[in-house]
């Protein structure tokens, strides 16, 4: 008989989290022992974090979500590329030789969820990005590899945004982007990438404006969508919350934790419809 392999999310907060939801349905689609639990490990308890990315690594493995996708970046023993070059880490396991080894799923993950966006072709395009964490540093990088004409990082704190265009080495395309330019150039592409929507009563990240913005993507999700993803759609403006990265990039982690993913149409149909009412996704 199988021992039981234990997966987990860690992060601060997870209560809202559909991962066990949707690692679980893939877990049963594909008949493995395996169990997925969302753990809260409050905010810059760095010794915390490491503990418990040993020890579900020591079992199967996990998911690193906001604020600690950058801090585990710096436990691991083996970084994949992508966590070198974004410094952040969303997904890690133990490699054949027992050491902790992460990668940055994210950024696949962006790239295959971008898809669900009809028509939109990011080889070429300009594209807003909303933050400069984690999770900025992996749609950056997606949007580099996919040969974006212009990136334009806007965050609170300017000096983070900066750092980041630096870290990543993209400077041949990406700025970081003033308040006139926000509110009067046109963009193909603007993305959430801050945690605003994680609360009910947040602020929307940006107001939309239909003849600037032709597709939104909002990198945090919720029943139904999100306000943002919401306000597009009154704008008549294409957009996609968190949830078509959330199944793309788990699929991608996946393929880490076990080697392959047999039937990858049927386990995405079933991570779909877990999480969501929508009818069935194809395969990403």
């Known amino acids: ?138 749609v950056a990088l997606a949007c580099a590899l996919a040969g974006v004409r212009r990136l334009a990082l806007y965050n609170r704190t300017v000096g983070r945004a900066e750092v980041l265009v630096s870290d990543l080495g993209i400077e041949e395309i990406a700025t970081v982007c003033s308040d006139r330019e926000v509110s009067s150039e046109p963009w193909d592409l603007v993305v959430n990438a801050t945690s605003l929507g994680l609360g009910r009563t947040d602020a929307l990240p940006l107001v939309l404006e239909r003849d600037r913005f032709r597709f939104a993507f909002d990198l945090v999700y919720g029943p139904g969508g999100t306000n943002w993803t919401r306000h597009a759609a009154a704008m008549d403006i294409p957009a996609i919350d968190g949830l078509s990265l959330l199944v793309s990039q788990a699929l991608l982690s996946l393929e880490i934790w076990l080697g392959s993913v047999p039937d990858i149409d049927g386990v995405t149909r079933a991570m779909w419809r877990a999480v969501s009412p929508a009818p069935d996704r194809g395969s990403r």
């Open 1 to 138: 008989m199988n021992a039981l392999r234990r997966y987990g999310l860690l992060g601060d907060p997870v209560s809202h989290s559909l991962s066990p939801r949707l690692y679980g349905a893939a877990f049963r689609c594909l008949q493995v022992a395996a169990v997925y639990d969302a753990h809260r490990v409050p905010g810059r308890d760095a010794e915390a974090l490491r503990q418990m990315m040993l020890e579900l690594g020591a079992s199967g493995g996990g998911n690193v979500t906001l604020p600690h996708k950058q801090l585990a970046a710096s436990h691991l023993d083996v970084r994949s590329s992508a966590v070198d070059r974004t410094g952040a880490c969303n997904c890690f396991w133990f490699d054949s030789a027992g050491r902790l080894a992460g990668d940055n799923t994210d950024v696949g993950g962006f790239l295959n969820a971008a898809a669900d966006l009809d028509e939109l072709q990011l080889e070429g395009a300009s594209v807003l990005l909303l933050g400069a964490g984690g999770a900025a540093r992996a």
